[in-house]
């Protein structure tokens, strides 16, 4: 990927565009722009944290292991998300260890430089503001999605996440394997493939790592079906 695209991609970011204009060709020059293939360990849990991630391309997933040896998967973060800002800019350990998932490009944002920029101009600390706070309303969406929905309802959502605009129905490709899926919507293996078998009722079908999915409205209305209602029927 050209270093141009890499800059185009990497200014259609929320962290980017939340930016003064007049500072971000200034970051861009000074971050360092890196391909990863997958598998790759971005870093590692407890490694002091030094920059911050922008993606650009690909997934990239966030994890710890339990003592029992067992992979909790965090997060999974796609193109134009960012992550590690708040560690980075207080200059404290990762909490989490990172890897690749997929083949993809991120630009790593030294932290030093972006603090350096933040003594000079307060209004980037209110862009950093931002993207915490969309860091934050994503963990509460996460959050409400365990307490509220069942397990095929949050697969639903994550298929509809994929699902172009404007289209009655279509096909898509699961970005990642089945088991990470599973992890990110925590849920186990398991317990994915029995969601995948209570979408037929949606409309949905599952071909190896493809979804097809017969009518987007019909996927919708079962992803935002109350599950507590059927008690409140006499």
């Known amino acids: ?46 490694e002091p944290a030094q920059v911050i991630h922008l993606v650009l391309d690909g997934w990239v997933k966030l994890y710890r292991i339990a003592p ?11 193109s134009g998300e960012s992550f590690g800002e ?14 690749a998932v997929t083949p993809c490009d991120l ?23 931002a993207t915490t706070f969309t860091h934050l309303h994503s963990l509460v969406a996460q959050l409400e999605q365990l307490k509220a929905q069942t397990g095929a309802q949050r697969v639903a959502e994550f298929l509809l996440e994929l699902v172009p ?10 970005p990642y394997d089945k088991a990470l899926i599973a992890g990110k919507l925590g849920m186990k293996p398991e317990s994915l493939s029995r969601a995948f078998s209570r979408l037929k009722q949606a409309g ?7 979804a097809e999915i017969e009518n ?13 209602a059927a008690w409140s029927k006499t």
Do not use: W
Not at 204 to 210: A, D, E, G, L
């Open 204 to 210: 949905v079908k599952i071909r190896k790592n493809h």
């Open 216 to 228: 987007i409205e019909q996927l919708r209305d079962y992803a935002e079906d109350d599950p507590a």
């Open 86 to 99: 708040a560690v980075a800019l207080r200059g404290t350990p990762y909490p989490v260890s990172a890897e």
């Open 1 to 46: 990927m050209s270093h141009e695209r890499h800059k185009s991609l990497a200014r259609a970011s929320l962290f980017i565009r939340s930016l003064p204009e007049q500072h971000v060709e200034q970051l861009l020059s000074r971050s360092v722009f890196r391909h990863y293939e997958r598998g790759e360990t971005l870093f590692i849990q407890d």
């Open 107 to 129: 630009m790593l944002v030294p932290a030093a430089i972006l603090v350096q920029m933040m003594k000079e101009d307060p209004d980037i600390c209110v862009a950093m503001l």
């Open 165 to 174: 605009a404007d289209t009655d129905g279509c096909t898509v490709t699961l």
């Open 68 to 78: 029992n040896g067992a992979e909790a998967v965090v997060s999974v973060f796609a």
